[in-house]
């Protein structure tokens, strides 16, 4: 995985959303989210069935992500 350093202009109540309905910790990651959920086609972010997943290596690890996933037990 390779990052590029990018300027980019994106809206903040959008932004402040994700981060707080999917516990990011960044801008960084809200975007990189959105990325990898356009790119993979899919809802839960996870990476397509003929594609590798990587999950040791990715920082962002979609799967933990989920909304509908308790983080409670009861």
Do not use: C, W
Not at 13 to 29: A, F, N, P, Q
Not at 49 to 67: K, Q, V, W
């Amino acid at each position: 995985m390779s990052f590029a350093k990018v300027e980019i202009e994106v809206d903040q109540t959008l932004v402040d959303e994700v981060i707080r309905r999917y516990h990011l910790r960044s801008v960084r990651e809200a975007v990189n989210l959105a990325l990898r959920v356009l790119v993979n086609g899919t809802g839960s972010g996870s990476a397509p069935a003929d594609e590798p997943t990587e999950e040791e290596d990715d920082p962002f690890d979609l799967g933990a992500l989920n909304p509908q996933r308790s983080r409670h037990a009861g």
